[in-house]
């Protein structure tokens, strides 16, 4: 049976840490818990009766000169009980600095920290659907209560995805669009500014609150559903027909026979009215001609029939506008190649990397996707010529095969049917688009993971094509012949023609590096005097852990029990299942070089001198705190181990401590993430 998950609510509570919010605290927190914030629920749950639970987030933002961050508080999604215990403001992160004089307060940087933890959120759920399918129908909503002005900051400095990173006030209200997140106003003192950018981002979907504001407060609201109709007072509400008898299928012949060998499986979905239904792909070949077959031509009713004849019949001046399309992709690559190795031969390594992935990982991604497209194109054109299927063997098929009746589709048929009718409409769609230069990646039809056994011809070219056009076209069509494609880690996964296109910089780049602060207790260089030391570094990974954009800003470290051999270390992470990411921990030279380099220095010396570790625990993607980074010294370095389930118990020794500072010390390599 197919049952359609109730929509739940995710609400981003975005606020600065003025200390004239701070003062209306014990009016704004009970009014948004008990007031504003039950008007909210009430309205949603009127709209949608079947509404699940309420996720809450908190980002306070404050001035941008504020260190070592302005986002004071950017809490992960959790309970709407758990985030509104705290009665103090300044566990929140209100009241901690003043309105930022005439400068204003970091408003665009609190937007896009709350726009990355949306993005955490709706991307989490792709790699655990089983976990809470849930969050694939969610409804979103930003909360942003303010009584200060925005400052003139153009675009942000402190987000995580570096998609972000050219993100303007002009822009925002269009990201804001594409990932369908309401933006609701809570001003507690007029500013017209941001009664302007909300006009920008609701537009005519803008509301009028229903409920009563408190003095001086204003509120622009959107994307809450419409009220209920309420019945007259008096009036008897009419009497509603009890649900009609279920019908009872009627039993066929498979399920009287269940030793039939052409029963359907015992996991086949059942259709039900007004659902569609989808069958779990398995990499089935690229085999869409019909099997032969003495009986009766039953196939040709079938929907893979249908979507081959869609395929057949592409227009070929179509074909060849793509192909030039993806000639004219190549072209653009290689003069940003040239610009990408012209910043790491200048020893940019860094601004070289985020420039590829940026500017030439989308513009590759989209090339070999629209690639993939013609040699799906082609090779039912080339199936249709040939008359035949390419399931043949090397050795000959046993011509007594042909007597016997056609075999049932793998379960995987309708993933094929679904994925070749991607393919059709995207070479549809394709020809009307302006430029892919600058787009994101777009969805990629699913190919075979095996190698045709016969060589694929080429079908027929029209008169007119010119020689280059069909050098390229027969070029793709030998790609076809001989490239095997390697199944991915989604190629197991059937592609649902309703699902929604990936949005533009909801990750897809997924950021690998970590900006924020350290803190830890130590030792002031000057004074010698034990006090609260921090620093500001990157942790880059080699692979970018999930939720990382979720991370918070500053990571508190607390010592942990003293060192093992390095080799200990890397066979001891080897052996977990749950295996980390390693990264390694640079200093950022560009806060106050001097002294931000020094304390990074001595936090070095601390944990080499001493021969211990040093863990950070925060609330991860699950909503529990646990210790999830773990810092160690090896050659000099720092370096980290990050464990997305929480650090497991750490390696024992019995070693004396010199002995244990005499083992080599090769660089740890993570397992495979």
Same mark, same amino acid.
């Given at each position: ?12 509570? =975005? ?8 003062? @209306?605290?014990?009016? =704004? ?59 103090? *403001? ?40 089983? +976990? ?56 507690? !003192?007029?500013?017209? #500014? ?14 009028? $609150? ?16 419409? $009220? ?17 008898? @279920?019908? +009872?299928? =009627? !039993? ?155 075999? $049932? *589709? ?44 016969? $060589?694929? *011809?080429?079908? *027929? ?68 005097? !034990?006090? @609260? ?12 852990? @999930?939720? &990382? ?24 992470? +080897? ?11 640079? =200093? ?16 070095? !010396? ?14 991860? &993607? ?14 000099? #370095? ?36």
């Amino acid at each position: 049976m197919v049952s359609t998950k109730a929509p739940e609510v995710a609400i981003a509570y =975005v606020f600065d840490s003025s200390v004239d919010l701070a003062n @209306e605290w014990g009016r =704004v927190q009970p009014t948004l818990s008990g007031q504003y914030m039950q008007h909210f629920i009430a309205r949603l749950r009127e709209g949608h009766p079947d509404l699940q639970t309420h996720h809450i987030a908190l980002v306070c933002y404050a001035s941008s000169s504020t260190r070592p961050s302005p986002l004071l508080a950017k809490t992960y999604f959790t309970s709407l009980q758990n985030l509104f215990k705290a009665k103090d *403001p300044s566990t929140c992160g209100a009241g901690q600095t003043s309105r930022g004089g005439g400068r204003g307060m970091a408003v665009l940087e609190g937007l896009v920290a709350a726009i990355e933890l949306f993005d955490v959120l709706t991307d989490y759920p792709k790699s655990a659907a089983s +976990k809470n399918p849930a969050l694939q129908n969610l409804i979103k909503h930003i909360v942003h209560v303010t009584a200060c002005n925005p400052d003139s900051a153009e675009r942000p400095t402190w987000n995580v995805n570096p998609a972000l990173d050219q993100l303007t006030w002009e822009a925002l209200p269009s990201e804001l669009k594409k990932r369908e997140i309401n933006y609701n106003l809570i001003n507690l !003192r007029p500013c017209q #500014k941001l009664e302007d950018f909300h006009t920008a981002v609701a537009g005519p979907l803008a509301q009028t $609150p229903w409920f009563t504001l408190r003095p001086q407060h204003t509120a622009r609201l959107m994307g809450f559903p419409a $009220p209920s109709p309420k019945t007259p007072q008096g009036v008897k509400r009419a009497i509603e027909s009890g649900p009609s008898p @279920e019908v +009872k299928r =009627v !039993r066929t012949s498979n399920q009287a026979s269940p030793s039939t060998t052409n029963s359907p499986t015992p996991g086949a979905a059942i259709a039900r009215p007004g659902i569609t239904t989808t069958q779990p792909s398995v990499s089935p070949q690229l085999n869409v001609a019909a099997q032969p077959s003495s009986g009766p031509q039953k196939a040709a009713s079938t929907p893979q029939s249908d979507v081959t004849a869609v395929l057949q019949n592409v227009d070929m001046e179509k074909m060849q506008k793509l192909v030039l399309r993806v000639q004219a992709l190549e072209a653009d690559l290689k003069p940003k190649e040239e610009i990408a190795r012209n910043l790491e031969a200048a020893g940019k390594v860094e601004e070289a990397r985020l420039y590829r992935q940026e500017h030439i990982l989308p513009i590759r991604t989209n090339t070999e996707k629209l690639k993939g497209i013609v040699r799906t194109v082609m090779a039912v054109k080339a199936n249709e010529k040939a008359g035949k299927p390419q399931t043949t063997s090397a050795g000959g098929a046993d011509d007594s095969s042909a007597s016997q009746p056609p075999p $049932p *589709p793998p379960s995987g048929a309708g993933g094929l049917v679904s994925n070749t009718a991607s393919s059709a409409a995207q070479v549809n769609t394709l020809m009307d688009t302006p430029s892919l230069s600058n787009a994101r990646p777009i969805s990629q039809p699913q190919l075979s993971t095996q190698t045709s056994p016969v $060589p694929l *011809p080429g079908p *027929p070219l029209p008169s007119g094509t010119s020689p280059q056009v069909a050098a390229q076209m027969r070029k793709l069509i030998e790609q076809q012949n001989r490239t095997p494609r390697i199944p991915s880690a989604a190629s197991g996964l059937s592609t649902n023609a309703n699902m929604q296109p990936t949005l533009l910089g909801m990750g897809a780049i997924r950021p690998n590096i970590w900006r924020g602060t350290l803190t830890w207790k130590g030792f002031d260089a000057t004074s010698h005097v !034990r006090r @609260e030391l921090q620093a500001t570094v990157h942790i880059q990974f080699k692979t970018a852990p @999930e939720g &990382l954009a979720a991370w918070p800003h500053a990571l508190g470290l607390t010592p942990a029990p003293p060192a093992v051999p390095p080799l200990m270390l890397q066979e001891w992470a +080897k052996a977990h299942q749950n295996q980390p990411f390693a990264g390694i921990i640079t =200093v950022n030279e560009s806060a106050d070089a001097q002294v931000n380099t020094e304390n990074f220095r001595s936090l070095v !010396r601390l944990l080499q001198d001493r021969n211990i570790y040093a863990m950070a625990a925060w609330q991860g &993607l699950d909503g529990t705190v646990k210790n999830r980074l773990l810092l160690f010294v090896n050659q000099g #370095k720092l370096l980290a181990f990050y464990f997305a389930a929480g650090v497991p118990e750490l390696p024992k020794t019995n070693l004396p401590q010199q002995q244990q500072q005499q083992q080599p010390q090769p660089q740890p390599q993570p397992a495979a993430n």
